[in-house]
């Protein structure tokens, strides 16, 4: 009875596991929903399922490549963590509509279209984990580098190519027999009057190509583009190779398939290997990954040696091959939103905040447009979908914008004209632009805030950052470029968020500064480069001419008047005078 009655405290606690992870898992997918309304919620899902069925009709009709495979795939993901946050949980499959005509050519109708001899299967994508999983309850495993083209079935009656046909929906797809024959990568004959049914990767040859590195050259697009193409080039059609992966109507064996197509001169046996202890499906990723190949890859394919005949096989993914793909080198990322950054000389950078992602193991939340003239030629905004990459694999990088947001939020933009080396020196509102004569805009504080940072940096204020300076801002202690001078420990210790230990070390750090050397000073406050060419205090600089500041080694005639402006702005020339006062050398 005690056994029994463990037994069921056992099961118990595990339903009551099971259900508190039921739970932890619906919140977390909670948090992941855009923050959206219901019917824009339903306006966006709707948005994205017609775009992706463009998608697909132009990959499995046209046998076009608008979208690279890992954010397609991405893009699937995202409509159906949309739909189950919208309460419809359903898988993205895509869907190609072909219409046949029963007076068309044997196997095609009048679009061109055909049936495929032998079903072409999809692949089902996992990770590690998941290879783990899957291969530990198998045996006679083989491993492929999924090659980065477009697929195709040939098939070879008494020898000769009959027919050859896009991937399509795996069932029917493009009739690409005539480009087909075109290719010399392509056998126009097999030996032995063999009839056979081949099913590979048409891909764009490249040289010593390492998937590791950032990629650029979109070499499935440029196959993909071939093909349709009227009249290509007889060097093009010598760039694409031919990768066959699959001969479904072979022999029952992978190693004597992989003999029989080596003797068709095909070289699917170099890229083929057994799996073992000593060279794991991991071994094998991870050299293709990282040494030069003839193709791009976007990972590796587990297969079984012996599969079913093909006469059985379906379009869907099957139970006997699994993908374990690269590491994404770009990402499908969502715009939570925008934010324009005012640099201390007046630019305008835009950074576009990020649902996070990532890339290569590295989280991504955010990218730099770069300047105000980018942003608006691309007009990101939040709920748009942005392809990310590293640049260098360093420096995250918008690449393209995937699509736009049904519904376009507004946002306040930066005036550019407003901002200059001479804006935003102080935050009062009645006090004129140094530069324009016109009242502070609120983007000031932003201004301000990198002007005050360079100030520290360039003034050695060691662990003086733009937090410090911002808390110093929000609670009005600094309100200009000098203020800090008249701050003492008591004034620090009333700001939030400073301690007495923290005051003490602000205002050993303001002393210090205090001490710095006049041309540092100069370039602590935002004179332009150059300023350091003339000796002499701020009563001498400030009364040089274009012709005295030009004459000076290595300025020419736009520095000196960005030189004569500085030293003459009224702003800066108050600045001076309380420089002057403070008791600052040099002013």
């Not at 935003?424 to 009242?439: F, H």
Request: hydrophobic residues 40%; contains cysteine.
């Amino acid at each position: 009875m005690q056994g029994i009655w463990r037994q069921t405290l056992w099961l118990a606690a595990m339903l009551a596991a099971l259900l508190v992870g039921a739970v932890v898992s619906d919140a977390a997918a909670a948090d992941s929903c855009p923050r959206w309304d219901k019917p824009r919620l339903e306006q966006e899902i709707s948005a994205l399922e017609a775009r992706l069925a463009r998608w697909d009709r132009a990959y499995y009709r046209d046998g076009g490549s608008p979208v690279d495979d890992e954010l397609y795939d991405q893009a699937g993901a995202r409509l159906e963590a949309w739909r189950k946050c919208a309460g419809q949980p359903e898988r993205h499959t895509p869907k190609l509509r072909v219409t046949t005509s029963r007076s068309a050519g044997a196997g095609a109708n009048a679009g061109g279209v055909r049936r495929h001899p032998v079903v072409q299967t999809g692949l089902e994508k996992t990770d590690g984990d998941g290879i783990k999983r899957w291969s530990s309850r198998r045996e006679d495993l083989w491993i492929q580098p999924k090659v980065d083209g477009v697929a195709v079935t040939l098939r070879y009656a008494e020898g000769q190519l009959v027919e050859a046909v896009s991937r399509g929906d795996g069932q029917r797809g493009q009739d690409w027999t005539a480009r087909a024959r075109e290719l010399p990568a392509v056998p126009d004959t097999l030996p032995d009057d063999l009839s056979a049914v081949l099913q590979g990767e048409l891909y764009w040859r490249l040289s010593r190509h390492i998937q590791a590195e950032p990629q650029r050259h979109r070499a499935r697009n440029k196959v993909a583009g071939l093909m349709r193409k009227a009249a290509p080039s007889a060097d093009a059609l010598e760039r694409v190779g031919l990768f066959v992966w699959g001969w479904p109507d072979g022999p029952v064996t992978m190693s004597e398939r992989l003999a029989g197509l080596t003797a068709l001169g095909l070289d699917t046996a170099d890229y083929t290997h057994a799996l073992n202890d000593r060279r794991d499906a991991a071994y094998w990723r991870q050299r293709w990954y990282h040494t030069p190949l003839p193709f791009a890859s976007d990972g590796v394919v587990l297969k079984q040696g012996r599969r079913p005949d093909g006469t059985h096989w379906h379009s869907r993914p099957p139970a006997w091959t699994r993908a374990w793909k690269y590491p994404a080198q770009r990402a499908l990322a969502g715009v939570r939103g925008i934010e324009f950054r005012i640099g201390r000389t007046g630019r305008i950078t835009p950074l576009v905040y990020l649902d996070p992602v990532y890339i290569e193991g590295r989280r991504i939340s955010r990218v730099s447009l770069g300047s105000l003239a980018r942003w608006k030629r691309l007009d990101v905004r939040a709920g748009d979908q942005l392809s990310v990459t590293l640049g260098g694999l360093t420096i995250p990088e918008l690449e393209s914008v995937v699509w736009q947001a049904g519904e376009r939020e507004p946002l306040r933009v930066p005036e550019a004209g407003r901002y200059d080396r001479l804006s935003c020196l102080a935050l009062s509102g009645a006090e004129a632009s140094a530069s324009t004569g016109e009242s502070r805009p609120p983007e000031c504080k932003r201004q301000l805030l990198a002007r005050l940072d360079w100030l520290g940096q360039t003034l050695g204020m060691s662990g003086v950052g733009e937090g410090t300076w911002q808390a110093l801002m929000d609670a009005g202690a600094v309100t200009d470029l000098l203020d800090w001078l008249a701050l003492d420990r008591a004034g620090l210790e009333q700001v939030p968020g400073i301690g007495a230990a923290r005051a003490q070390t602000l205002q050993a750090r303001f002393d210090a500064a205090r001490q710095q050397p006049f041309a540092v000073w100069l370039e602590a406050l935002g004179a332009p480069p150059g300023s350091d060419r003339a000796s002499g205090n701020w009563a001498t600089l400030s009364g040089y001419t274009r012709r005295d500041w030009a004459s000076r080694s290595g300025i020419g005639s736009v520095r000196a008047e960005d030189l004569v402006a500085f030293f003459r702005a009224p702003a800066v020339r108050a600045l001076a005078d309380r420089l002057a006062a403070a008791g600052i050398d040099g002013f």
